[in-house]
């Protein structure tokens, strides 16, 4: 009983090793890159098409845009797609993304973020809540992440409780609905075109 006893206990403490391990492996990639990218923002010798060609280089690594793409469409939806309309919604949803969040360094000014421990949600997914402080006012972000071959990425993540992704999915779901797949597609072409101009 005893040996049964202790066996438990190595365990257990082995299980809370490799627990720590995966949360803090994700939190030091997404501490990493955070840092990184307001070392960039806070640069003033650099243009802002410098600041946002070099915030994308950053985050790409840690996006996983294919994965993102996909569900943002949902299960149901994403299976209607042939393989060429996924190719290229994918891409077109990848460019739109980072268009979004290029976008909003424009409102960069001295914000600081505080990262909370990483939770884990299932062995190879993790959910890591931060707060970005902004002149005075504090805004609640959770980061959903699950690890890949490639390492830890980045396949959500909720903007004072409104998740990004689910946000994307109810507008395409209307779009499909009105104008169908092309119809979206084509909507998302116009939309990137219009972002170039």
Not at 5 to 32: G, M, P, T, Y
Not at 52 to 60: C, G
Not at 68 to 81: E, H, P, Q, T, Y
Not at 149 to 174: A, C, M, P, T
Request: hydrophobic share 40%.
């Amino acid at each position: 009983m005893k040996k049964i006893a202790c066996l438990l206990l190595v365990f257990l403490l082995f299980s809370h090793v490799a627990v720590a391990d995966i949360e803090s492996e994700a939190e030091r990639l997404l501490k990493k890159s955070v840092n990184k990218i307001f070392t960039v923002l806070s640069d003033k010798e650099l243009s802002m098409d410098q600041k946002r060609s070099k915030v994308v280089e950053i985050a790409n690594p840690v996006f996983d845009y294919s994965l993102m793409a996909k569900l943002s469409l949902g299960k149901a939806n994403w299976s209607r797609f042939n393989a060429r309309q996924r190719a290229e919604f994918t891409g077109l949803f990848t460019g739109l993304f980072q268009n979004f969040y290029v976008e909003k360094l424009d409102f960069f000014s001295d914000e600081t973020v505080v990262f909370h421990p990483a939770t884990i949600v299932k062995k190879k997914k993790v959910r890591i809540q931060t707060a970005l402080i902004s002149r005075g006012t504090e805004y609640s972000m959770l980061y959903k992440m699950f690890k890949t071959r490639n390492g830890w990425k980045i396949y959500d993540f909720e903007v004072e409780g409104v998740s990004i992704l689910q946000s994307y999915r109810s507008q395409y779901h209307y779009i499909l609905k009105e104008v169908g797949i092309e119809g979206l597609l084509e909507k998302m072409r116009e939309i990137k075109k219009n972002k170039k101009q």
